[in-house]
């Protein structure tokens, strides 16, 4: 923990300006700020974790007390404050640094403890849940950049926190308790002595039943048959997931495939186009040859420096010597058109060819003009060449990079993945069978024991005992009934009331509010994204990562809206990956999210001209910054709110 000494902050909002703004450089201590919040309200989940909120100066200093202190005040009034730290030793080293002893404290305004440090962990359970339950704190206690969690919300433990948010955890609660209680009123029922040799008979066979219902439905309404069978699905289910994410991997191939067939055409195209201009080349070669040497004499022998280059054998000898083409390509790249040039060179040097050579010469001063106009049709076949060549080159190169990528993907097995999926899908179906069977027993079982339990209270002989086990079993099967119809009720209502919450803030948030038509939010809690065309899952419509964090962001502000518990949000890295548009919308959203929200950025999250903007609902700024002369260590200390008081303000 990088804060040495005692760091105060008095985070305390206004009415209309619920914001506390927190801003710290990189590893300045902003996250270890929010981790310690978290800590003091929760713990850790492994002891070795307190070693790190012990301060390294200090433990080198001597031995000390590094603790985490909260005051807050409830939803009554009442103020409580929690105190949760270690002891520690001094140490030479401070990479050595361990905590001796550890101590956790609830104490109320007026001092007294209201939780010790010697009572059970369940005394503390007890009340922190009545404010903020552990596996709800993510809801409100969150890095923006790591929301992944919420967008898979059909997880159990996910699930679970969202109904604990919504209340439905305590109905749920209430429902397998009197659960337990009836199933305990009917053992003491069936227990119960009795004079009539029937209901002895009946007593049996309801204990049989009742054994039989607990073999399917576990001691408390937990485990059993049922429940096993349904952790068998979900196990399964998460291995399917993990296929069906390979066998996307897999099926992006498809785009490769498509490029690679794009790829293939091109180059069949510029090889068609290539093999005509080569064509074509060589047929002027051949026509217009011995007329462009002839005209071209005097250019060679101002380029190459030939003497003597004054009939057609001069210029050929120059070329053959030069290894180079007088349109500047090398003559070993054409043999056939190096043996042209010798023959004709050797034709030359008989006294009759020098002759006609020499008329040539003479007759090609008339045909200047049309020659050098074959000479530049020439001059541009040869650079089309080089270009056609030099993309030729490019496309087998992508061809075989395309090639290669498909064939590391092919090598994934598709077919065994597809075939591992049936199977699973297949486990799932059978699976999903046997509980619907167990489930249908259960009824069947229910029937038998009401039946049973009507016949055994119609004895005349039954006691006052057997009778107010009756009237207790009726009491608590009916308020079981009546809270299973309230939770169900309340599900299906707090899902719409939360989903429509979430869909209008997802749309005000969104850079594409004419795209969008909002969230659903399905009987398990599943995410999905609704557009004009479709309905989807968050994996299927593969939003941006921004726009992620924005369907989170909705999800959340939809929870909070309808929570039965009034708690802060602290939230760290605001803005992350957000462009502009969604980090404006953000801006002017974030106030409400609750009574108090505060935000942990960094200078270039938000700048000058933003706190600005939200200055009227902010209360406190605070600025978390390393000690004078110790980069060891930081200190938390209030600045004045306005755009100034920006480092890097636009």
Excluded: W
């Amino acid at each position: 923990m990088p804060f040495y000494g005692t760091v105060e902050v008095e985070p305390y909002t206004q009415d209309e300006k619920p914001l506390v703004l927190v801003k710290g450089e990189n590893d300045t201590g902003k996250t270890s700020f929010h981790t310690a919040i978290k800590y003091c309200l929760h713990g850790v989940e492994n002891r070795s974790q307190r070693d790190q909120f012990i301060n390294r100066q200090a433990a080198t200093e001597g031995d000390g007390i590094s603790k985490v202190e909260i005051s807050f005040v409830d939803d009554n009034g009442d103020v409580y404050t929690i105190e949760r730290g270690v002891e520690f030793s001094q140490v030479a080293d401070e990479d050595d640094r361990s905590a001796d002893q550890f101590f956790l404290r609830v104490s109320d305004a007026d001092g007294n403890t209201v939780v010790g440090n010697d009572d059970r962990r369940d005394n503390y359970s007890r009340f922190i849940n009545q404010f903020i339950p552990e596996n709800v704190a993510d809801f409100f206690f969150f890095d923006a950049e790591q929301l992944e969690k919420f967008e898979e919300a059909n997880d159990e433990e996910v699930r679970d926190a969202i109904e604990t948010v919504l209340g439905i955890k305590e109905i749920e609660n209430a429902v397998r308790d009197l659960e337990k209680r009836e199933k305990d009123y009917e053992r003491e029922y069936a227990k119960v002595e009795s004079t009539v040799a029937e209901v002895e008979e009946l007593q049996t066979e309801l204990t049989e039943i009742l054994d039989e219902k607990e073999e399917l439905e576990g001691p408390e309404g937990n485990g059993g048959k049922i429940q096993e069978t349904k952790e068998r699905i979900d196990t399964k289910r998460k291995k399917l997931q993990d296929i069906q994410s390979e066998l996307d991997k897999i099926e992006e191939a498809d785009d490769k495939r498509e490029e690679l067939e794009k790829v293939s055409e091109n180059l069949e195209s510029v090889n068609a186009d290539l093999d005509d201009k080569l064509t074509e080349r060589n047929t002027l070669r051949r026509r217009a040859g011995p007329l462009m040497a002839a005209v071209c004499a005097g250019t060679i022998q101002q380029l190459y420096e030939v003497e003597g280059t004054t009939d057609e054998a001069d210029v050929i000898n120059a070329v053959l010597n030069r290894q180079q083409c007088i349109c500047g390509e090398p003559l070993d790249s054409d043999p056939d058109h190096r043996e042209h040039l010798l023959d004709r060179y050797k034709e030359l040097q008989s006294s009759e060819r020098r002759k006609i050579a020499e008329l040539l010469d003479r007759a090609s001063e008339g045909l200047n003009v049309g020659v050098r106009k074959e000479l530049d049709r020439y001059q541009r076949l040869q650079k089309d060449i080089r270009q056609a060549r030099t993309r030729k080159s490019d496309l087998k190169d992508r061809k075989e990079t395309l090639e290669q990528e498909l064939e590391a993907i092919e090598r994934k097995h598709l077919s065994d993945y597809k075939d591992q999926e049936e199977e699973l899908e297949a486990e799932i179906q059978t699976l999903e069978s046997e509980v619907e069977s167990y489930q249908k027993r259960v009824g069947e079982l229910n029937n038998k024991r009401d039946s049973l339990r009507k016949r055994i209270s119609s004895q005349q002989e039954a006691s006052e005992e057997e009778e107010r086990y009756q009237k207790l079993i009726d009491l608590t099967g009916r308020c079981r009934d009546a809270m299973a119809d309230i939770r169900s009720e309340l599900v299906d209502n707090r899902r719409d009331t939360v989903e429509e919450h979430a869909s209008q803030t997802f749309l005000k948030l969104t850079n594409r509010p004419n795209y969008y038509r909002g969230l659903r939010i399905t009987e398990n809690y599943e995410l999905r994204v609704l557009t004009e065309e479709s309905s989807r899952s968050i994996a299927e419509q593969r939003p941006s990562e921004g726009q992620k964090q924005i369907i989170a962001y909705a999800f959340i502000a939809g929870l909070s809206k309808y929570a039965t518990r009034n708690a802060p949000v602290v939230v760290d890295t605001p803005i992350g990956r957000l462009d502009p548009t969604h980090k404006n919308n953000l801006l002017g959203y974030y106030h409400n999210f609750s009574d108090q929200v505060m935000i942990l950025y960094q200078p270039n999250e938000l700048e000058g001209s933003d706190i600005d903007r939200i200055a009227e609902r902010t209360s406190k700024h605070y600025e978390i910054d390393h000690r004078d002369g110790d980069q060891e260590s930081s200190r938390i200390e209030e600045v004045k709110l306005s755009p100034e008081s920006i480092v890097g303000d636009d």
